[in-house]
């Protein structure tokens, strides 16, 4: 069945970017109607929306990160990609990469701890 | 601080229902019925328990159900049990083309 794997470093220097990995596997990223996407979540607290992206490479981003965050696609490496610069401690948390119909999400990453720290 | 507001707990004996509900705005929660929640076991990723409103993803148990009436959706769970426990989030999608999350709910069986 479809899996997700994020990867990528597990801390990061204060005004730095911070660059993860997701690999999918066991289905097409290119699928029609899916789009994929970063969620985080800080230690102890709640879940944020970060962006999605569609096969084609549209991209839609949480307004408060827009300015920060880039989401790229390489559909012959079934793999997409977070980028978030300028990061600070407020950064420092689960990242999740998953799939949904830009809705909702119905699958999941195990997510990766990214730690902002000098 | 969440745009979707959640109670931060709740509890239920085994076998009784609880309501966790989910207030929006009439910008997000009660403009379109896109509402999903996910259920989240500590350490876990989150699992989608309900999507649209009211649809249940294949493999979820028919305890789970979904309203909303106005901004304000509902995730019922009937028959609770031990294994329900667990934090469960709503999300919606907003009038500027992106989603929101609520900020979570514990649920506690007693």
């Known amino acids: 069945q479809l899996q997700l794997q994020e990867s990528g470093p597990g801390l990061v220097k204060p005004s730095e970017t911070l660059s993860l990995m997701c690999t999918v596997s066991g289905g097409s990223i290119s699928s029609s109607g899916y789009y994929w996407g970063w969620i985080r979540q800080p230690p102890g607290k709640g879940l944020e929306w970060i962006g999605t992206?569609?096969?084609?490479?549209?991209?839609y981003y949480n307004p408060s990160l827009q300015s920060r965050v880039t989401i790229s696609v390489d559909t012959s490496k079934s793999q997409f990609s977070l980028k978030l610069s300028s990061v600070t401690a407020a950064d420092t948390a689960v990242y999740y990469c998953?799939?949904?119909?830009?809705?909702?999400?119905?699958?999941w990453g195990k997510g990766t701890t990214v730690t902002v720290s000098s | 601080q969440s745009a979707l507001t959640q109670p931060a707990s709740v509890s239920g004996s085994p076998g009784q229902s609880i309501t966790i509900s989910c207030t929006g705005t009439s910008s997000d929660v009660g403009a379109y019925n896109y509402v999903s929640w996910y259920q989240q076991h500590p350490g876990k990723a989150p699992k989608l328990m309900i999507y649209?409103?009211?649809n249940r993803p294949s493999g979820v148990s028919n305890r789970f159900s979904g309203s909303k009436s106005g901004n304000t959706a509902s995730l019922t769970i009937s028959g609770l049990q031990a294994e329900d426990e667990a934090d469960y989030y709503c999300s919606s999608y907003t009038s500027t083309n992106s989603l929101e999350f609520g900020g979570g709910t514990k649920l506690t069986v007693l």
């Open positions: 998953a799939r949904g119909n830009y809705y909702y999400t119905d699958v």
């Open positions: 992206i569609y096969y084609s490479g549209s991209t």
């Open positions: 649209d409103v009211s």
